[in-house]
């Protein structure tokens, strides 16, 4: 059974960091394109960052470029989604996401685009 599972959400200052995992289970995640979303109250969800799966291209929203950065640990079968110089517009429920294609930059931030998500972990940037 494909199953994702995050971790690593917390409370944090603005300007702290945090890194949140998605280990897999169930499928081979270097096959698969991987997408990290988050979902504000009262707002849609949306894309943070993506690889895509084989290809390895990593795509990133443009408010998280340079502060966030996605990376993975196939010998676990993990993601992670590392969250540096956080402000409080990053606060939200993070979800990651697997898709057996492969997502290109016209796709990978449609939540649609995915069949399987984890079940979130909420960041909370605030003093």
């Known amino acids: 059974q494909v199953q994702l599972v995050e971790s690593g959400g917390g409370l944090v200052q603005p300007g702290g960091s945090l890194r949140l995992a998605c280990a897999a289970s169930?499928?081979?995640?270097?096959?698969?394109?991987i997408g990290w979303f988050r979902q504000a109250p009262g707002k849609e969800r949306e894309g943070v960052s993506c690889r895509s799966g084989m290809i390895g291209t990593i795509y990133y929203a443009d408010a998280v470029k340079g502060r966030f950065t996605f990376s993975k640990d196939s010998a676990k079968n993990t993601v992670y989604l590392q969250m540096n110089s956080l402000k409080p517009e990053d606060t939200g429920a993070y979800y990651c996401?697997?898709?057996?294609?492969?997502?290109?930059?016209?796709?990978?931030?449609?939540?649609?685009?995915?069949?399987?998500w984890g079940q979130g972990t909420q960041v909370t940037v605030s003093s």
């Open positions: 169930g499928f081979p995640l270097d096959d698969y394109s």
């Open positions: 996401a697997a898709e057996p294609r492969v997502l290109t930059d016209s796709t990978w931030y449609v939540p649609r685009s995915y069949d399987s």
